[in-house]
């Protein structure tokens, strides 16, 4: 491979950054774009396509397998974060689940930031450029606020298929009414709390990886090469104040690619914080330590990361009820597989009594405090899979499994550059370390036990919760501390990392990196504080976003 140029390097192959190459080139065909990805481009000898087929993805060489520090909140465990190594990044492991956060989680970022380009009016445009909503989903209310003519489908269980019916629907909605929960929200709307139909981005059973969804062509792919850092324009004046350009990157195997207008760094929250730090730019001791030469100076690279945070439950149903979850033979029709095998997705927020106990003792004051107290903001998100959701438990229609997710986890972490530069970054994610996530989660598992166990509408389906190996199992009248010693011991990631190149902290408004020139971070790293949902939706009007700004400063 020759070293050569082209006008814009995207670093990382994954939603933001094929997004943007797409973009790019679109906007003008004669632009020159390389996208270089650390990992393999998968369709050779992977199942990418299929629900199930690319969940056994993870684990792969497609995926990361980040480890994290042991961590303090989780009885010093440690965790692996699944990421994408691959072309697609993860829109070829996750679980193809599509919403936003509400409306007030964008305004936050605005609020942190002080930048008007980030509330979620103005982001809302560029969330509908990625989307094409079934036209069912957008027969219902909140249709101005969709997308209908934009690459990624989006569809609802119901839409996909007349005979994707599960058994257990009308229970588990009644059994929320039960618990005065009513199904009045509709996905993607700018307001999450209730119940809602699960949306997905599976096109009739089949995934849609970024680099599908948005056209690469004459997009120059390179994959299967990693990035050591990014490389600045010499000066031959030693007096110059002129801020540092980046002129391209170094790659693990010695050779450079020149960038003649832009260096676009869309390696994910876990790696595009170490790219920076190994190019000179990120905390000062950190990088004297590191005997790296300091470019830029700032402490927030690696910094401020947000993961959601979740506890997943197997529930057992009773033998006299079957045909109730994937494996059993009432539900082997195909379009039972042509998503995630649930329902519904609803949010709730905090009793007001219980999230400012939880903000009194974690010292939240101002106008953060404010922003958290703010009617109809959601803390939790409830999902139910008619399938056990683990390896170690047979798929056989005797077991259907539960997630209950931190949407807004105030618990922080870091990333930090290893000594060793062939080592991976060194990742403490801090998970449940504050007051508001252990009663946020504690009260979330609660509600969830009764749900499944202490409802007229589910006693007949569900026989008792099943516990992991050597713990206790759970029921609606556990105490406190048995919830909160189950989430520390079974405890783990939503891996939705975000925030260690932040908005405001790292990058200005339109996403360049402070105090040098040519260089930008578009990808979950900039996100300055938790957007609830899951973050692809996000993550594509980030990268749309992104594009956008790219050529506003060529036009």
């Not at 000179?280 to 993961?307: C, F, H, K, T, Y």
């Not at 999902?383 to 539960?402: K, R």
Request: proline content about 8%; charged content about 20%; aromatic content about 6%.
């Amino acid at each position: 491979m020759s070293t050569f140029a082209a006008d814009y390097v995207v670093v990382g192959g994954g939603l933001t950054g094929c997004t943007i190459a797409s973009r790019l080139k679109q906007h003008d065909p004669a632009t020159s774009v390389v996208v270089l990805e650390a990992g393999p481009n998968p369709e050779s000898k992977h199942d990418v396509i299929t629900p199930m087929g690319g969940f056994a993805l993870q684990g792969t060489e497609l995926d990361w397998q980040y480890s994290t520090t042991p961590q303090n909140g989780t009885h010093n465990r440690t965790h692996t974060l699944t990421a994408g190594k691959t072309l697609g990044g993860g829109s070829v492991l996750n679980y193809g689940g599509w919403s936003r956060g509400d409306a007030a989680d964008y305004d936050a970022w605005s609020r942190i930031t002080g930048f008007g380009l980030w509330d979620y009016e103005s982001l809302s445009p560029y969330f509908k450029r990625s989307e094409r909503f079934d036209p069912a989903v957008n027969a219902q209310p909140g249709a101005l606020q969709r997308g209908l003519w934009a690459p990624v489908k989006i569809t609802s269980v119901s839409a996909s298929s007349p005979k994707r019916k599960y058994p257990l629907k009308e229970p588990i909605l009644a059994a929320w009414r039960e618990l005065g929960v009513e199904r009045t929200t509709y996905g993607c709307t700018g307001r999450n709390e209730g119940v809602s139909e699960w949306l997905e981005n599976w096109d009739n059973g089949r995934r849609q990886p970024a680099h599908e969804a948005y056209s690469l062509d004459g997009v120059r792919i390179m994959s299967n090469i990693p990035v050591s850092k990014v490389i600045f324009a010499e000066t031959n004046d030693a007096t110059s104040t002129q801020r540092p350009k980046a002129a391209g990157v170094l790659l693990q195997n010695g050779q450079k690619i020149q960038a003649s207008r832009e260096v676009l760094i869309c390696a994910g929250a876990l790696r595009s914080p170490t790219i920076l730090m190994a190019s000179g730019i990120g905390p000062r001791s950190l990088l004297n330590d590191r005997q790296i030469p300091l470019v830029q100076e700032l402490p927030g690279v690696g910094a401020n990361m947000i993961d959601h945070f979740a506890l997943f439950q197997l529930f057992k149903l009773r033998p006299s009820n079957t045909g109730l979850a994937l494996g059993h033979p009432d539900l082997d029709d195909p379009a039972m597989l042509l998503g995630l095998p649930t329902d519904f997705a609803v949010n709730e927020g905090l009793p007001r009594d219980l999230l400012e106990k939880a903000l009194d003792k974690d010292g939240v004051t101002g106008t953060e405090r404010d922003s958290l107290l703010e009617p109809g903001r959601c803390f939790l998100e409830f999902l139910v899979f008619y399938h056990p959701m683990h390896p170690a438990v047979p798929a056989d229609g005797t077991h259907v499994s539960t997630s209950v997710m931190l949407t807004l986890p105030s618990s922080r972490g870091s990333v930090t550059l290893p000594k060793n530069p062939e080592d991976p970054p060194v990742i403490n994610p801090g998970y449940f370390t504050t007051a508001l996530d252990r009663l946020a989660l504690i009260h979330g598992v609660r509600r969830m036990l009764q749900l499944m166990l202490g409802t007229k509408a589910m006693q007949s389906y569900v026989e008792a919760e099943v516990p992991p190996p050597s713990l206790p199992t759970l029921d609606p009248s556990s105490s406190d501390s048995e919830i909160e010693n189950r989430i520390r011991a079974a405890g783990v990631a939503h891996f939705h990392s975000m925030g260690t190149c932040a908005l405001g902290a790292v990058l200005d408004e339109e996403m360049r990196v402070r105090g040098v020139e040519g260089l930008r971070v578009c990808d979950a790293s900039a996100v300055p504080s938790p957007v609830g949902g899951h973050p692809q939706g996000t993550l594509y009007g980030i990268g749309e976003r992104a594009a956008e700004m790219i050529v506003g400063e060529t036009a």
